[in-house]
């Protein structure tokens, strides 16, 4: 709810803005829909047994931690673009992601006897997407366009590890490519379009590593997404 609140008081901001002369060629929209993501986490130089909640048994000595997953969340954006005929260009910003929380149990040895459990999210915030848009001409007008841009996002690091780790916050850049169909109806024009993205790895080591220990790190991998939404413009 916050996110879809800060989103239209900075819609209402964009708005007011395009009333000058500046930017009466412009156009100011909102989406709404969802996405899917993935990533694989894997955590190294861990110096002693590990389990994840659900794992059976329990091997002594020395072992990462590895393990890929995938969420589905709602996003939203605010956007302005040039409109230059065949081609615009845009920027957009994209409401905050939470991740779900990963729980990991370490531990001391092979009886189990020591238990540190680790708790882990991440919330990749103001996500900033610099666009273009190309038509693609058709026998018959469906309104279909191309779409391809770049952004960068930071990534938010919420742990809770009984081990006494700590991972600090980061950014990251992404790749973005999709299509959609525009129609007019009315004074607005209506979107639906699908992107696909890939972000950059990224890669922390614990800044709170104990003074007999190597410091461990975490790696993000294999970053990818999908969103599918629908967008409401104006053209001024």
Do not use: C
């Not at 709404?32 to 110096?47: I, P, Q």
């Amino acid at each position: 709810m916050k996110n879809i609140t800060k989103l239209f008081a900075l819609a209402t901001f964009v708005i007011s803005l395009m009333a000058t002369n500046v930017f009466a060629a412009g156009k100011v929209g909102i989406s709404l829909g969802k996405g899917v993501w993935a990533a694989t986490g894997e955590e190294t130089g861990l110096n002693n047994t590990t389990s994840s909640s659900g794992d059976t048994g329990s091997n002594s000595g020395a072992k990462d931690r590895k393990g890929h997953g995938a969420f589905v969340d709602t996003v939203q954006s605010i956007f302005f673009e040039w409109d230059a005929g065949s081609i615009s260009v845009g920027i957009a910003l994209f409401s905050d992601i939470e991740t779900p929380q990963a729980t990991n149990i370490q531990q001391a040895d092979a009886s189990g006897s020591t238990r540190y459990t680790n708790t882990v999210e991440a919330e990749f915030e103001q996500e900033k997407m610099l666009y273009a848009i190309v038509d693609v001409p058709l026998p018959i007008d469906l309104g279909l366009y191309l779409k391809a841009g770049v952004s960068t996002v930071d990534v938010i690091t919420q742990e809770n590890m009984g081990t006494g780790a700590a991972y600090g916050d980061t950014t990251t850049d992404g790749i973005h490519i999709g299509f959609g169909f525009e129609k007019e109806l009315g004074a607005i024009l209506v979107r639906a379009e699908v992107i696909g993205s890939d972000y950059d790895d990224v890669q922390q080591t614990d800044s709170n590593s104990a003074a007999d220990e190597t410091a461990k790190t975490v790696k993000i991998t294999d970053m990818i997404g999908a969103r599918a939404s629908i967008n409401f413009i104006k053209a001024f």
